[in-house]
């Protein structure tokens, strides 16, 4: 069986622009793409903590050091620049996979540059032993 896993995230990044004629995609700063394990051209899920909108999308890298956040097309009626999000990193993953997994958070500050990075370990094991 296949689960649908989170292997990275960046947590609270602003968003800087929201582009209506691009023809889509949310454009990232390549750095932070780097630290939270996105590939250019991987799906991604973001959701804003202003309005609770979900949307998924295909990650670009932008300028680096630029702490650009930009959704482009349709999502650009939903974010706007200053809006707080998460962006999302998710895999499906077989049983093996997770048990190596070591999902990375990217914290940022309010220009978008890394703050810390926390991997974090599954307590798989752990959680399964305590129910034996």
Same mark, same amino acid.
């Given at each position: 069986?296949?689960?649908?896993?989170?292997?990275?995230?960046?947590?609270?990044?602003?968003?800087?622009?929201?582009?209506?004629?691009?023809?889509?995609?949310?454009?990232?700063?390549?750095?932070?793409?780097?630290?939270?394990?996105?590939? /250019?051209?991987?799906? =991604?899920?973001?959701? *804003? @903590?202003?309005?609770? +909108?979900?949307?998924?999308?295909? #990650?670009?890298?932008?300028?680096?050091?630029?702490?650009?956040?930009?959704?482009?097309?349709?999502?650009?009626?939903?974010?706007? /620049?200053?809006?707080? =999000?998460?962006?999302? *990193? @998710?895999?499906?993953? +077989?049983?093996?996979?997770?048990? #190596?997994?070591?999902?990375?958070?990217?914290?940022?500050?309010?220009?978008?540059?890394?703050?810390?990075?926390?991997?974090?370990?599954?307590?798989?094991?752990?959680?399964?032993?305590?129910?034996?």
């Amino acid at each position: 069986m296949l689960r649908l896993m989170c292997k990275g995230k960046i947590h609270r990044a602003v968003v800087t622009e929201a582009d209506l004629d691009y023809v889509g995609s949310i454009t990232i700063d390549p750095l932070l793409m780097k630290e939270a394990g996105i590939l /250019p051209y991987e799906m =991604v899920q973001v959701t *804003s @903590l202003r309005n609770a +909108t979900r949307w998924k999308t295909y #990650a670009i890298p932008g300028p680096a050091q630029s702490g650009k956040i930009g959704l482009n097309g349709p999502p650009a009626h939903l974010f706007s /620049p200053g809006d707080l =999000v998460i962006i999302l *990193s @998710l895999a499906l993953m +077989t049983p093996e996979e997770i048990e #190596a997994l070591r999902p990375r958070v990217v914290f940022v500050d309010e220009n978008n540059q890394v703050v810390r990075v926390e991997e974090h370990d599954l307590i798989i094991k752990e959680q399964e032993e305590k129910r034996q």
